[in-house]
């Protein structure tokens, strides 16, 4: 859900409200009960979760190893000098 911005006309004082999409705008100042109006270009963030989001999709690859537990490369990158 996102988080939209709002001001008073009547006496300048500007909050936040999170509400879903579909909710009504607000109308009434929380300070002095005047009209509101929603401010353009707030309520839209960006936020990323989750496990390695960078290291998911942007690290380096690691090689997988292999049955005897070495690392089976195709690239010369990772291996050992055994």
Do not use: W
Request: aromatic share 8%; net charge negative.
């Amino acid at each position: 859900m996102p988080t939209y911005e709002y001001e008073c006309d009547e006496c300048g004082h500007r909050f936040e409200l999170f509400q879903q999409m579909t909710d009504e705008p607000a109308r009434e100042c929380p300070e002095c009960g005047g009209k509101v109006r929603r401010l353009i270009g707030t309520g839209g963030g960006l936020i990323l979760k989750g496990a390695g989001f960078h290291a998911n999709d942007y690290g380096k690859p690691s090689c997988p190893a292999s049955g005897n537990g070495k690392p089976s490369c195709c690239s010369g990158e990772c291996q050992s000098d055994s």
